[in-house]
């Protein structure tokens, strides 16, 4: 680049003779090379050689000597001397469009990085968004991957409580976390979301410290830069998520914010659902309250029973070393083994003394019609086999399709032996339960031709606990039920999962 006059003065040089004339021509040099000024004595030729900004043009200048008589004394000439410029010009320039292509490679590699790792973040997250991931789980998984993902050095999220409407509408947190080197403590997070007034219209929130809310508020001290955004789904906050801090002391711009925002939208889908299958799993949970109460009505002798079974039910299934997914639909369907009782004649039902052959004929009657009363609700397709199945016999000649061996499914297998373990064991208007030992006979006679006889092995493996089951009075429905309701809804297949219906009885 052409130095002023006084750069050359300051490294102690002569002036060029020829500086200022091409310090004026070099804007109106075109892209070749020119001769600049010929005289007598000298030819004085340059080229421009273009750069980027903020580098200024540079000039290259030749100063070519004549000869006494005009001409050219050595292999010197202009003519040499353009064409070597011109070669020079091409040199240069491919040279500097080598380097901003390079340089642009650079910047879009690293933006295709930035953008991998966003869109890697936002797939990980839909990957995760079964709601038998409780929100947490969630927001947790969040949290860590923006941190690994963005420049921040720390990230705050809040979620509300969803299980209730009321508690929601108050934004009652039920849980949060602060990630990183943060300058606020967990007990300010709350505080700080308000001071937003976030909503859930609201776009997401980006200050920089010379960048401060309208309002003039500040932002807390040692937070420098803050993107914030509200958790939302359909105009319900369920939470805020912030980016606190830039790690290299940088802005936060609209990357952030996207990216923030869109994390911020994954989050309130998940807990919009969530919060739908909490909502229907109440709604299974009183249909199942609303149905075993309708069995204990309907005969009340029998009161418990549902009950008993279902627990003895759970105790064999997890003796043969069954999974806890089963343990829990093995619950509902023995609760609801009988539901099909509500359709037999109350004579019949409560009938004292033995029953005759048409009266049997009918009584026969309610596995079907249980079958049919839960057929149309979907979470209870997988609870309908032990329902329907549940007379049947290992030889064939149980009811009501006569089935026979492993065409029976195992979850009715099991609950034949429950539900014969409680029928032979309790009172009933016109006899006494058997005794133990009488009960244990027949079961032992009852091997592999009317029970399985793998699990009437498990009863007696698991004998204490059924004997403890048997005793205990009957105490309404256990949190077991909301549990099994939930999983269902959910389509509950991970084993994490399962282990929350730890409460299961038996």
């Known amino acids: 680049m052409l130095r002023e006059g006084r750069e ?25 090379p020119h001769v600049v000024e010929e005289t007598d004595d000298v030819v004085l030729l340059a080229a421009r050689f273009a750069s980027e900004p903020p580098a200024g043009d540079t000039a290259l200048v030749v100063e070519i000597e004549k000869g006494e008589l005009g001409e050219f004394p050595g292999v010197w000439t202009p003519e040499a001397a353009l064409r070597t ?29 930035r953008t991998y790792e966003e869109i890697s973040l936002l797939h990980s997250l839909a ?98 830069q803050l ?11 369920f939470g805020h998520l912030a980016l ?74 997890r003796q043969l070393e069954l999974p806890e997914d089963f343990c829990a639909t ?40 249980g079958a049919k009363i839960l057929a149309d609700i979907e979470q209870f397709s997988e609870i309908i086999p032990g329902v329907l199945h549940h007379h049947e016999q290992w030889n064939g000649r149980g009811y009501p399709d006569g089935l026979a061996g492993e065409e029976i499914p195992l979850i009715a297998r099991i609950i034949a032996v429950a539900d014969s373990f409680d029928a032979m ?12 030992e009488r009960v244990e006979e027949i079961f032992r006679g009852g091997r592999y031709t009317q029970w399985d006889g793998q699990i009437v092995d498990a009863y007696f493996a698991a004998r204490e606990e059924i004997l403890e089951i048997i005793r205990q009075e009957r105490a309404g429905l256990p949190p077991s039920v909301a549990q099994w ?7 509950l297949h991970e084993s994490d999962d399962v282990r929350a219906l730890g409460e299961l009885p038996g």
């Open 8 to 32: 050359f003065q300051a490294a102690g040089e002569s002036i060029p003779p020829w500086h200022d004339l091409v310090t004026t021509r070099l804007a109106a040099l075109g892209p070749r």
């Open 85 to 113: 410029l011109r070669l020079l010009q091409i040199q240069w320039e491919t040279q500097t469009r080598q380097n901003s292509v390079q340089r642009e490679l650079e910047a879009v590699s690293a933006e295709c990085t």
């Open 127 to 224: 990957r995760n968004l079964r709601v038998s991931n409780e929100p947490e789980h969630l927001a947790k998984l969040a949290v860590d991957w923006i941190r690994d993902c963005l420049a921040v050095e720390s990230v705050a999220i809040e979620l509300f409580n969803l299980d209730d409407d009321a508690a929601l509408s108050r934004r009652e947190v039920r849980w949060s976390m602060i990630s990183g080197e943060a300058a606020l403590e967990e007990d300010e997070l709350r505080g700080f979301f308000e001071s937003l007034a976030l909503d859930g219209s609201t776009r997401p929130l980006v200050v920089n410290e010379n960048n401060q809310f309208e309002s003039q508020q500040r932002l807390p001290p040692g937070i420098g």
């Open 227 to 237: 993107v914030a955004v509200p958790i939302v789904e359909n105009d319900v906050v």
């Open 244 to 317: 606190m801090g830039h790690v290299d002391g940088g802005e936060f711009g609209t990357i952030e914010a996207s990216l923030a925002a869109s994390v911020a939208s994954i989050l309130g889908v998940h807990a919009g659902n969530c919060r739908l299958y909490g909502k229907q799993a109440n709604l299974l949970e009183n249909v199942v309250k609303a149905m075993v109460s309708a069995i204990d009505a309907k005969d009340p002798y029998t009161c418990g029973h549902s009950d008993r079974v279902a627990r003895i039910s759970v105790r064999l299934a």
């Open 330 to 369: 093995i619950y509902l369907s023995g609760l609801l083994h009988d539901v099909g009782k509500i359709g037999v004649d109350d004579s019949v039902l409560r009938k004292e003394g033995r029953l005759t052959d048409e009266e049997f004929e009918h009584i026969k009657r309610h596995p079907r019609l």
């Open 425 to 436: 064991t309790s009172d009933r208007p016109y006899r006494k339960g058997m005794p133990l």
């Open 485 to 491: 309701s939930t999983q269902r809804s959910k389509s």
